[in-house]
Nanobody
Framework: QVQLVDSGGGLVQAGGSLRLSCAASGRTFSSYAMGWFRQAPGKEREFVAG????????NYADSVKGRFTISRDNPKNTVYLQMNSLKPEDTAVYYC???????????????WGQGTQVTVSS
């Protein structure tokens, strides 16, 4: 069992930056691939970025490539999402998730954080 707590969201102007954190409980954090997803009002949840158990393979959605960076610190049981050059269309609730494999498919993740709101003003 893994419990995830998302934090770091807020209100920022376009072009600004935020860093999201996801703290995991339990001693098995390093056995899970981690992903970040987001969901805007009236839209489906979409994949943002994912990182393998060791921090090796990393995937990004095309919409965030070059602007967002995912990383993890296994001894601290934490995964991060550094978001730069934010745009109004990045506004959404952001969720971290833990799963057995690195994949953009939300249904394959086993555990989810509660979400943190990111709002980017124009």
């Amino acid at each position: 069992q893994v419990q995830l707590v998302d934090s770091g969201g807020g209100l920022v102007q376009a072009g600004g930056s935020l860093r999201l954190s996801c703290a995991a409980s339990g001693r098995t954090f390093s056995s899970y691939a981690m992903g970040w997803f987001r969901q805007a009002p009236g839209k489906e949840r979409e994949f943002v970025a994912g990182i393998s158990r060791s921090g090796g393979p990393i995937n990004y959605a095309d919409s965030v490539k070059g602007r967002f960076t995912i990383s993890r610190d296994n001894p601290k049981n934490t995964v991060y999402l550094q978001m730069n050059s934010l745009k109004p269309e990045d506004t959404a609730v952001y969720y971290c998730a833990a799963g057995k494999v690195l994949t953009p498919r939300a249904r394959l993740y086993d555990y989810w954080g509660q979400g943190t709101q990111v709002t980017v003003s124009s």
